[in-house]
């Protein structure tokens, strides 16, 4: 009989095998010897491919679509035949989105409740989404479909990250059968930490290299391999680039795209209210609604800005380049669907933005986000000095730019806050597009009202293939699913509202909608971590946004604008109850906002050492914690060989801050990249020797700082094969390196001296590397194609604390790990 594969079996997944149990013949040769043909799993007829596609850190009013200034052609086409979905949410925040999306779980319901790296032990911030929420990748392989992932994948674990796993919570192992991407909140556009499945690969060294273009190559090759070898077999592609989260990179022939745009040329104020208007003329947002107005954002006008409005400019034109270059890689996949004939039969689900529009790059921008990512505040004349010294510099991979929380707060029009704020929309509606030819009818311009949110994709999805709910996935019983298909909007503009009650929350920022009104109160601002109130002396707020199957005598207060808290307190009172009860539902509870306990729950490696073979490659969070205090990095070598050789023994970090030991003209050199503004360098005076025997050569830096990211001593040594002990090398008085711009080795002082240090971090996608160097070059000495190979063996390198660190202010420390979503 044929395998058992009925729509009803498909709730247990994989879907059972059913052996054969009829008769059976001694001879094949027998007529009667004859046996079902095996039939491959395949979803119900008529499933549709799906695209899923998903933007990052873009505001709700930023792209074409939903009223912004900024080119969307890709976006603005699909919606021209297809649907816009004004009320759409996320959850503030990109890992916690990215959860939600793929399990249909609200982010707390699977241990989601914040970014990976501020995991806690309570069961809604472990970041370990549980195997009781299977993926909808995972679901759709398991009947039928390929499936595959291009991007960003920021919902694994901080501790598996490394070389050694497990892989558990990695995109091959959470259902797709190809992942191409970066492991990361966000990666370097030109020297991005890539993965093929689970194998680290280098990135290619080719002078147009970019990574946004990269994964849409990749995507389109998937694509024409897997319609040429499985023509029936319907995929799910999970489109994910990154981008337009910072670094605000850009190819160089996108860098003047919106070059003195007049848009721009008059600030952000002026910039929400020509976005407002054109949201209005769309139809996104009602005539009388009200651009909601945030009194914590600086003026355009503002004094602090004199004498870098220019440079400011030049910031949101960079940024509004990297989206439209985004959206029109978008358009290459689907020009390949096109091409291919394949758009009728694909649902397009074009999601743009996991949460609100930054405000991360402080309220002028930064040249380097590493700067806040350390949480160092500079003092506002040397912030601008910065910024207008290396404006140039802005978009290309010379810089790691950001843009000011102005620009944010704009991109965001018509509502108030950004990332990270989900009790406002700025945080968390996003604009929603849905394409799918013949099964759409659009009625008014196409827009939808109903309140959607990000965990009813998934179960739209299955309805949309014709696929149950599973019950049990990999022999494991699965909680249900919390989200609520809105398929039926597709052909029903007016369909009844189907998500009645939400609850938003994020770093304490609290919020529950429910049939029309919001209750919301803000605990915390993006840019403020050192003044968190006590949860009871929070301040609610009400509003009536949206008037959902009542007779009402307020009027519609679409943006948050109008604070109904005083007239109507018993309301108030309702909801924030009600809070209370959908929030211990799904484990939003505890509410934490201890810093220090959150940050003790970091997993730095055991002990005091760390053992990398030659070609290791470790991802920063599983290095062992060298930050402001003393150690040293001991390597087993022979060699180096050749001719004055050069050659990387150990690395970590990139070109915006880390340190490594290498070999420079058969010197044994040292070099601390400091935030991408300062290099300081330490060179040993004799050459070491091409042995043919291993010998032992050590860095040994002593923090001399009291406080963190001050700096330290530094000394060279090495132990000849047949020496008891180190013996120190004599160091060059001014190591003159190359050309480099940024040498900041001092020449007023004895050698070896570094006078500052990363307090917090280097970078959030930071690999340590031993051999060899790859990526973001550290320093000009790592620049280039495959130069900087050690020209002899490391048998191995070590790193050892040898001191106890200085005391890492809290604040600072979340504020860098905040920032990195």
């Known amino acids: 009989m044929p395998l058992d594969r009925d729509l009803l079996k498909r709730e247990i997944l994989p879907i059972p095998d059913r052996p054969y149990v009829g008769p059976v013949m001694y001879n094949a040769?027998?007529?009667?010897?004859?046996?079902?043909?095996?039939?491959?799993?395949?979803?119900?007829?008529?499933?549709?491919?799906?695209?899923?596609?998903?933007?990052?850190?873009?505001?709700?009013?930023?792209?074409?679509?939903?009223?912004?200034?900024?080119?969307?052609?890709?976006?603005?086409?699909?919606?021209?035949?297809?649907?816009?979905?004004t009320r759409f949410h996320t959850t503030a925040l990109c890992s916690p989105t990215r959860a939600a999306l793929m399990t249909g779980r609200n982010p707390h319901s699977v241990g989601m409740g914040c970014i990976t790296e501020l995991y806690t032990d309570a069961p809604g911030y472990t970041s370990m989404i549980p195997n009781t929420a299977a993926s909808i990748a995972k679901i759709l392989r398991y009947n039928g479909y390929s499936t595959a992932h291009f991007g960003k994948c920021h919902e694994v674990p901080v501790w598996e990250t490394g070389p050694s796993g497990p892989f558990d919570h990695w995109p091959t192992y959470m259902g797709f059968e190809k992942f191409y991407g970066f492991v990361a909140g966000e990666t370097n556009q030109f020297y991005p930490t890539l993965y093929d499945g689970t194998t680290y690969i280098e990135t290619p060294h080719d002078g147009d290299y970019h990574l946004t273009t990269d994964l849409t190559n990749q995507t389109i090759k998937w694509i024409e391999q897997q319609k040429a070898m499985a023509p029936d077999k319907p995929f799910f592609i999970y489109f994910a680039p990154g981008a337009t989260h910072a670094p605000h990179q850009i190819p160089d022939d996108w860098l003047d795209k919106y070059k003195d745009n007049e848009n721009f040329a008059k600030g952000w104020d002026e910039l929400r209210e020509t976005i407002c208007k054109k949201q209005k003329s769309l139809g996104v947002i009602p005539e009388d609604a009200e651009a909601a107005v945030n009194e914590d954002v600086p003026k355009w006008d503002d004094e602090m800005f004199d004498g870098i409005r220019d440079s400011l400019r030049r910031e949101m034109e960079l940024y509004a380049s990297f989206l439209q270059q985004t959206d029109e890689e978008v358009g290459r996949v689907i020009k390949t669907l096109e091409d291919l004939h394949l758009m009728d039969n694909t649902l397009i689900i074009y999601i743009l933005g996991d949460n609100g529009a930054s405000a991360e790059g402080t309220f002028m921008g930064t040249f380097n986000e590493m700067i806040g990512f350390n949480g160092i505040q500079k003092p506002l004349d040397e912030q601008k000095t910065i910024i207008k010294d290396n404006i140039d510099k802005f978009g290309?991979?010379?810089?790691?730019?950001?843009?000011?929380?102005?620009?944010?707060?704009?991109?965001?029009?018509?509502?108030?806050?950004?990332?990270?704020?989900a009790s406002f929309f700025g945080g968390t509606r996003n604009g929603m597009i849905v394409h799918w030819p013949g099964h759409i009818d659009r009625g008014d311009r196409g827009l939808?009202?109903?309140?959607?949110?990000?965990?009813?994709?998934?179960?739209?999805?299955?309805?949309?293939?014709?696929?149950?709910?599973?019950?049990?996935?990999?022999?494991?019983?699965?909680?249900?699913?919390?989200?609520?298909?809105?398929?039926?909007?597709?052909?029903?503009?007016?369909?009844?509202?189907?998500?009645?009650?939400?609850?938003?929350?994020?770093?304490?920022?609290?919020?529950?909608?429910?049939?029309?009104?919001?209750?919301?109160?803000?605990?915390?601002k993006p840019w403020d971590w050192e003044s968190n109130p006590d949860?009871?002396?929070?301040?609610?707020?009400?509003?009536?946004?949206?008037?959902?199957?009542?007779?009402?005598?307020?009027?519609?207060?679409?943006?948050?604008?109008?604070?109904?808290?005083?007239?109507?307190?018993?309301?108030?009172?309702?909801?924030?109850?009600l809070f209370e009860i959908t929030a211990a539902r799904y484990n939003v509870f505890p509410l934490n906002d201890e810093k220090t306990e959150r940050l003790e729950q970091s997993p730095p490696p055991v002990g005091t050492k760390q053992k990398y073979v030659d070609g290791s490659f470790v991802s920063d969070p599983c290095v062992i914690n060298n930050f402001n205090r003393s150690f040293m990095i001991t390597a087993k070598i022979e060699g180096p060989h050749g001719d004055a050789p050069n050659g990387v023994i150990l690395a970590r970090g990139n070109d915006f801050g880390g340190f490594g030991l290498y070999v420079k003209n058969a010197r044994l050199t040292y070099v601390y990249n400091y935030l991408g503004l300062e290099r300081y360098y330490v060179q040993a005076e004799p050459l070491l020797l091409p042995l043919s025997e291993a010998y032992e050569v050590r860095m040994k830096f002593t923090y001399t700082g009291t406080d963190t990211g001050e700096g330290g001593r530094v000394e060279l040594l090495v132990k000849w094969p047949r020496d008891n002990d180190f013996k120190p090398f004599p160091l060059v008085p001014f190591p003159a390196i190359g050309e480099d711009p940024l040498n900041y080795t001092p020449k007023d002082m004895p050698p070896g001296h570094i006078l500052k240090t990363n307090p917090i971090i280097f970078n959030v996608d930071a690999f340590l590397m031993v051999g060899k160097k790859t990526g973001g070059p550290l320093c000009p000495d790592f620049a280039g194609s495959g130069n900087n190979r050690f020209p002899g063996k490391v048998h191995w390198a070590e790193i050892e604390l040898t001191g106890e660190p200085a005391k890492v202010s809290p604040e600072h420390r979340l504020h860098a790990l905040e920032a990195i979503q």
């Open 29 to 85: 040769q027998d007529p009667a010897s004859h046996f079902p043909p095996i039939e491959p799993i395949r979803p119900p007829s008529k499933a549709p491919n799906v695209l899923l596609i998903l933007l990052d850190d873009v505001g709700f009013g930023a792209a074409e679509p939903f009223g912004g200034v900024i080119h969307t052609p890709t976006a603005k086409r699909l919606a021209e035949g297809g649907l816009r979905f």
């Open 396 to 421: 290309t991979k010379e810089a790691y730019n950001h843009y000011a929380i102005g620009w944010a707060q704009a991109m965001c029009t018509p509502y108030k806050w950004t990332k990270q704020v």
């Open 448 to 524: 939808r009202h109903q309140f959607t949110y990000v965990i009813d994709v998934l179960p739209t999805i299955l309805e949309a293939a014709g696929l149950p709910e599973p019950l049990s996935v990999d022999g494991v019983l699965q909680m249900p699913i919390e989200g609520t298909s809105f398929l039926r909007t597709f052909k029903e503009q007016n369909a009844p509202e189907f998500r009645t009650t939400q609850y938003f929350e994020m770093f304490g920022n609290r919020g529950i909608y429910h049939n029309g009104w919001t209750a919301v109160t803000l605990h915390s």
């Open 535 to 577: 949860y009871e002396k929070d301040t609610w707020e009400l509003y009536y946004t949206y008037p959902w199957g009542e007779e009402s005598t307020h009027e519609v207060d679409w943006t948050q604008a109008n604070n109904l808290a005083q007239r109507e307190p018993e309301r108030l009172a309702q909801l924030k109850k």
